[in-house]
């Protein structure tokens, strides 16, 4: 018995084939970095160095390098992957669109970075994630209102956008202030799909089409349905980003000023080097990560964990919840941590109280029903990765002799079978002696 | 009395028929054991089929637990994620037992496991029964006709059939139950004796414990009583025999938690409670008969007539508006179904569905009761010759029970005593003829026909004396018991009387019916032959027919003999191949075997008390297979177990049962229509198909890759190929098939942990479709849904 309900699933935790990646430290350490040419290990120099004093080590390598591999002996080299090249028809080595998805599908993180002229391959593997860049390869986002002031004129394919996800969690506490610069393609998101994000949208007015063709036909892609960076985070709570510009991250477009086409503030630098930096930091699990310890439940007034319930008792819960801060587990402090007690639905829902210092708990009723029910904890907010904890309990009706002896309602019941003893007494005895 | 009469050669005569008698028995029960054994000879000693498997498990849990425990036993692993108050819904009877034997056996340090008591308890109760049986016809026609009828009963293969080892069934003790609670009534009937009607009550009792079959008896006895009563036999025995089996049995049977209340709330209880008014009523007439004059009589009765009616009548509107006021009417499903055959397949598809509740057909009879079904005719005629109390309630049992197997295959078990009991009659009483007619024209025998007909007469007598005997023996008894000496001296010397009297004229009667020398020898001969062919047909039954223990089969071919063992390959596989705490969904009928074989939980097993639950598991087998994914998920299924017959040719595989699942399904879930599965009405499986039925989960999880096999899917159940072959599955992935792919198990498969984009995948699907992009992307292909 004792078995049964011992069943905690923290799907969301769960480290997969990386070594150094594990729920007690989930912040990526190995990072490839596939480049289309090293140049741009250069001119992208200060994304790079901002992830390398962060702590990550980053492997460079060309994208169709032939001893290209991201396992070696089933355990994954690598805790992360960028890739850069945003040209590249066929990886090198044993890399190919299979290998990328599995490692994302063994819970690790990719940032890709597409182009105007982003290959099949590239893609691919965003379409796989959820995002569907635009269909005619040589189309970029243009905005004819919130373009970045250029010294070339006509020129409107530089965006400054501000249009980003309101979430601290993905972006960091810090507001970004400044537009963000961007040049490449615009891709659109299924919006049943709910594991994928926009962080960084058009404008009303943008769209997207081929800036040197001439427009005949409506474009495709309009207005704020275009994303312009998105992030995914899969259901094993792997993070991708997915940006349509390489030149996102790159050192010009860091330091270069911003002006809005019709603002007439002028800011010195672009909101580039914070939102990539803090996008990164979400994308690397350095934000956002949470995990759930020591789900505990017990009758009230007693400590041990009970291997079965009886209808009626009055249980307690509890549970552990920590944020990963990127260096250390700090307590997650929220109001919002909701347990259900489940058989086929929810019989309880109960919001946790908290005690600011992780701790999460509540107490309850069983209900009024035996079977096999289940403490779940189903936690989903945007940005963090998903908790989902359940614990299976078995509840019991009561046993034979934990029901109430006497009724009070039941006295006429036992005056009359008594009363009836004592009657059927008497008369045997006058029946038998009275004559 | 006659008794002294003959002097001292008749008693010792008699002592030495007791002791005759009594190792015809002892050989009866060693015959009765042994011949159950087969099973364990040609197999091995191991519990069989479905229901023993769960009686099995409950008893393990006994032996471990303690009576408290399993009392109070809520079983968690079944019925996920209803439960199942296991205390409360079984019938205790057969685990009781089976637990104290091995309690028993192990104080007295014989340590044998608990499977081994199990697989030996039907046929040690078989042999208990065969004796029960014995008492009972003794009780009605006299020692010989009772160990005739032991010996048939210790062999019909109808009982075999649910008794031997390993078949470890309620209806192994329920058998000796019934018919040892009947014994018991008939001996109160014969003796009028308190004592007796206790015991028939504490037997009624073990027979409530033990099978649900017990509302036989209460209906039956009541309808003997009532019989009793309408045909002018009323004795204040049978009021003894009735009234404390009403009143104690329905207390105690109240106090086994799986009957209850329903004690006294359902409608098969209510016919005896209606003859315990009646008697009391008769009874009261007698007595005011007994004390008024014939003229005050007829007042008093008109009095109480009218009074009576209007008693009655109040009754019969309240409990006619009672059993209104039910839905069914107050009848359980399986009772209703009993009184019309039609019932079931009308209103309740998963009573129906179960092969055992279907009607017999004829040749199940011969099968099950064989020669008997003759004699018992033969049977019946010499009950009514001359027709007692005793008598009277064998026929009233043959006529129901023959009535009940006719309505359902099971009920043939609750024949098959009745159909020994008469069929013992009559052979005892035919050879009783033939033998006395072969003694009384033998001619070599000195003193010839006088000396016959003396022989005969102190035959008849020592008949008689038998009668008297028994009718004699509890007033001895009872001279201890002085309260009671009054009542009884009374009633003896009615039944002296009544005893007398016939014998005298059937002394005449038989002196007449001497038959032909020639005639009696062969007829005897014929007889003996007989017996012959049914013993010949009962261990034939017992050898070939019915010691298979089904979870193990075997086929003979022209290169020896093949052992299909699958069933527990597949459930070793499940024990030690997935988490504890998995949930395995299967077709109910599996349910036990996987709670007890493979410690896995089930969504349903053969407990079918909730219907819901089963059309839920209907329903995802015959939905296609992502709403099946859906609803399996939704019930944290894990595997998914299906039974396929078609590679080895094994009938009773899941796509011949799967219309039952459709139907139980539709009957909950309307969505789910019968006729979406059937091409003109008729079942198939072939290309002609519909595609409603070829792309339901079941189809696809029983023809998966079947094509690989012989490379045509030819299905050897269904004589066909199959309709459609090469199919990929998208929501569940074989991890386990059995080595004739009899068991096929399935894991349903996560959902995908990413969900991709739309407009690429037409692209890609258009452009590509190339054999490099299939191969990359084939293992996330399979799982293209969002």
């Not at chain 2, 519990?47 to 471990?64: A, C, G, M, S, W």
């Amino acid at each position: 018995m004792a078995k049964l309900w011992i069943f905690v699933t923290l799907v969301s935790l769960l480290p997969f084939l990386g070594s150094s990646f594990s729920s007690e430290n989930p912040t990526d350490r190995r990072i490839l970095v596939l480049l289309d040419d090293f140049a741009i290990k250069s001119s992208h120099s200060i994304f790079f160095k901002s992830l390398q004093t962060r702590g990550f080590e980053l492997d460079f390598k060309l994208a169709d390098d032939p001893k290209l591999s991201l396992q070696r002996y089933g355990q994954y080299l690598y805790d992360g992957l960028i890739l850069f090249s945003p040209t590249i028809e066929r990886f090198g080595g044993s890399v190919d669109l299979a290998a990328v998805l599995d490692f994302v599908d063994s819970g690790h993180d990719l940032i890709v970075a597409a182009d105007a002229s982003a290959s099949d391959l590239i893609r691919d593997i965003a379409t796989e994630c959820g995002v569907e860049f635009d269909e005619d390869p040589a189309a970029m986002v243009i905005d004819h209102t919130s373009y970045a002031v250029s010294k070339t004129e006509g020129d409107h394919t530089l965006i400054a956008s501000d249009g980003f996800i309101q979430s601290d969690v993905i972006l960091g506490s810090k507001i970004i202030e400044v537009p963000v610069l961007f040049q490449g393609v615009g891709h659109t998101l299924n919006p049943t799909n709910n594991l994928v994000l926009k962080v960084l949208a058009a404008s009303p007015s943008a769209y997207s089409v081929n800036p040197k063709s001439k427009l005949s036909t409506p474009p495709s892609l309009t207005g704020s349905a275009i994303s312009l960076v998105s992030v995914v985070q899969a259901r094993n709570n792997a993070r991708i980003l997915i940006s349509g510009s390489l030149a996102l991250f790159s050192n010009q477009l860091f330091r270069s000023g911003v002006e809005k086409a019709g603002s007439s503030t002028k800011f010195e630098k672009s909101g580039n080097e914070q939102f990539v930096t803090e996008l990164s930091k979400w994308v690397f699990h350095e934000r956002g990560h949470l995990k759930a310890v020591n789900v505990r439940h017990n009758k009230v007034g007693e400590t041990g964990e009970p291997a079965i319930y009886r209808i009626n008792d009055d249980l307690e819960y509890s549970v552990e919840i920590y944020e990963w801060s990127g260096t250390s587990w700090v307590p997650y402090i929220a109001d919002d941590v909701q347990v259900q007690f489940y058989m086929m639905s929810p019989y309880v829902l109960k919001t946790l109280s908290t005690d600011q210092k992780g701790r999460y708990f509540t107490s309850f009723k069983v209900p009024d029903v035996y079977g096999v029910f289940q403490f779940k904890v189903e936690y989903q907010r945007l940005g963090y990765t998903s908790l989902s904890l359940s614990k299976q309990i078995p509840v019991r009706p009561f046993k034979h002799n934990e029901y109430e002896r006497f009724i009070t309602t039941a006295f006429p019941y036992y005056g009359s079978s008594f009363s009836m003893m004592a009657g059927f007494f008497i008369f045997t005895i006058t029946y038998l002696y009275n004559k | 009395m006659e008794v002294p009469e003959n002097g001292k050669s008749a008693s010792l005569r008699h002592a030495f028929g007791n002791v005759f008698c009594f190792f015809i028995l002892l050989l009866i029960g060693v015959l009765a054991f042994s011949i159950r054994l087969f099973s364990v000879i040609k197999y091995e000693s191991v519990i069989h089929e479905f229901d023993p498997y769960f009686n099995y498990r409950v008893t393990q849990y006994l032996t471990k637990k303690g009576i408290y425990e399993f009392w109070n036993w809520f079983d968690d692993r079944t019925w996920y994620p209803l439960g199942r108050v296991i205390g409360g819904t079984v019938y205790p009877g057969l685990t009781l037992t089976a637990g104290s034997i091995w309690r028993l056996l192990n104080s007295l340090n014989i340590p044998l496991s608990v499977e081994t008591v199990c697989v030996f308890t039907a046929p040690i109760f078989s042999a208990i029964a065969a004796w029960a049986t014995y008492l009972l016809t003794k009780e009605v026609k006299g020692t010989g006709a009772g160990l005739t009828a032991a010996a048939l009963l210790a062999m019909v293969p109808s009982y075999i059939s649910r008794s031997v080892a390993g078949s470890y069934d309620n209806e192994a003790v329920a058998i000796f139950a019934l018919i040892f609670t009947f014994y018991l009534y008939v001996k109160t009937l014969n003796t009028g004796s308190l004592f007796y009607a206790t015991l028939n009550a504490l037997s009624y009792f073990y027979m409530v414990c033990s099978w649900g079959g017990y509302t036989f008896i209460i209906n039956l006895i009541p309808m003997h009583v009532l019989l009793c009563i309408v045909t002018g036999r009323y004795s204040p025995r049978l009021y003894i025999a009735y009234a404390p089996l009403v009143v104690l049995g329905t207390l105690l049977a109240s106090l086994v938690p799986v009957v209850g209340f329903n004690a006294v709330m359902t409608s098969e209880h209510f016919a005896s409670f209606l003859v315990f008014i009646i008697i009391h009523v008769v009874a009261f007439v007698y007595y005011i008969k007994g004390l008024l004059s014939p003229k005050m009589f007829k007042v008093a009765v008109a009095l109480v007539v009218s009074v009576g009616m209007v008693v009655c009548c109040a009754v019969v509107a309240v409990l006619v508006a009672l059993v209104a006021s039910s839905p069914t009417k107050g009848w359980s499903g399986r009772s209703l179904s009993l009184l019309d055959p039609t019932y079931a397949s009308k209103y309740i598809p998963i009573i129906a569905s179960v092969s055992e509740h279907q009607p017999p057909t004829w040749p199940s009879y011969f099968m099950d009761i064989n020669v008997l079904a003759f004699l018992v005719p033969a049977g019946i005629i010499a009950c009514f010759l001359p027709l007692s109390d005793a008598s009277s309630f064998v026929v009233l049992y043959i006529v129901t029970s023959v009535y009940f197997s006719g309505v359902m295959v099971r009920l043939m078990l609750v024949l098959a005593p009745a159909a020994c009991i008469m069929s013992g009659i009559a052979l005892s009483e035919a050879f009783d003829v033939l033998t006395r007619s072969v003694k009384f024209q033998l001619p070599g025998v000195s003193g010839n026909s006088q000396s016959g007909a003396g022989d005969t007469t102190s035959r008849t007598v020592d008949t008689q004396s038998d009668m008297v005997k028994t009718e004699k023996e509890p007033p001895t008894d009872r001279t201890e018991d002085t309260t009671k000496e009054r009542t009884s001296k009374k009633k003896k010397k009615k039944e002296k009387e009544h005893v007398e009297k016939p014998s005298l004229k059937s002394q005449i009667q038989k002196r007449l019916l001497v038959l032909p020398l020639e005639a009696s020898v062969i007829a005897l001969l014929l007889l003996v032959l007989l017996g012959g062919v049914y013993v010949i047909h009962c261990v034939w039954a017992a050898a070939e027919a019915y010691s298979a223990p089904s979870i193990v089969l075997t086929s003979h071919s022209h290169d020896g003999l093949h052992v299909f063992d699958d069933f527990r390959e597949a459930y070793a596989w499940l024990r030690h191949n997935t988490e504890v705490d998995d949930k395995v969904a299967s077709w109910w009928d599996y349910g036990y075997q996987t709670t007890a074989m493979a410690n896995r939980t089930v969504i349903v097993d053969n407990n079918t008390w909730n219907n819901t639950h089963i059309a839920t598991v209907g329903t995802a087998m015959s939905s296609p297979e992502k709403a099946a994914w859906e609803i399996f998920n939704s019930l944290d299924v894990k595997y998914v177990l299906v039974v396929f017959g078609g590679l080895v040719g094994y009938p009773s595989d899941d796509i011949n049962k799967f219309l039952w699942m459709v139907r139980i399904g539709g009957g909950v879930f309307p969505h789910i229509k019968e006729p979406d599965y059937l091409r003109d009405g008729q079942y198939r499986i072939d290309s002609q198909a519909t595609p409603t039925m070829l792309n339901c989960l079941m189809y696809k999880l029983a023809y998966y890759r079947f094509v690989e096999t012989d490379g045509k899917g030819f299905d050897r159940v269904r004589r066909t190929e199959i309709g459609k072959k090469h199919f990929k599955l998208t929501h569940f992935e074989e991890v386990f098939t059995t080595h004739h792919w009899m068991m096929r198990i399935y894991k349903l498969k996560p959902p995908k942990n990413r969900i991709r984009g739309k407009a690429k995948k037409s692209k890609s699907s258009s452009k590509g479709s190339t054999a490099a992009s299939l191969k990359q992307s084939g293992r996330r292909k399979r799982n293209p849904w969002h």
